[in-house]
């Protein structure tokens, strides 16, 4: 099992940054690929951005990608979502989820076993 705790969420005015954390534990980490997804208001759940195992392959949704930037820390057990230039549609509540893969990232959330509670990005206009 692994169990995972997002922080780093909040208010930020729209062009603003936030970088969220996520903090693994229970298991060998090395081996869960790790993905971030994020639920709109009155909205499904939708991928955001993903990492291998390594931190050598990373994936994104078509609306984040050059502003946001998915890592891991191995040492440290813990994977980050750095969101820069963000936007009013980024409003969400973003949850933290892993898979244990040897291979490439998913953006499929149904191949996700380990979720963490989420945590609220609010961007104002």
């Known amino acids: 099992q692994v169990q995972l705790v997002e922080s780093g969420g909040g208010l930020v005015q729209a062009g603003g940054s936030l970088r969220l954390s996520c903090a693994a534990s229970?298991?060998?980490?090395?081996?869960?690929?790790m993905g971030w997804f994020r639920q709109p208001p009155g909205k499904e759940r939708e991928f955001v951005a993903a990492?291998?195992?390594?931190?050598?392959?990373?994936g994104y949704a078509a609306s984040v990608r050059r502003r946001f930037t998915i890592s891991r820390d191995n040492v440290k057990n813990t994977v980050y979502l750095q969101m820069n230039s963000l936007k009013p549609e980024d409003t969400a509540v973003y949850y933290c989820?892993?898979?244990?893969?040897?291979?490439?990232?998913?953006?499929?959330?149904?191949?996700?076993?380990?979720w963490g509670q989420g945590t609220q990005v609010t961007v104002s206009s």
């Open positions: 990492i291998n195992w390594s931190g050598a392959i990373t």
């Open positions: 989820a892993g898979r244990r893969s040897s291979g490439a990232y998913s953006a499929a959330e149904s191949e996700y076993g380990y």
């Open positions: 229970g298991r060998t980490f090395t081996d869960v690929g």
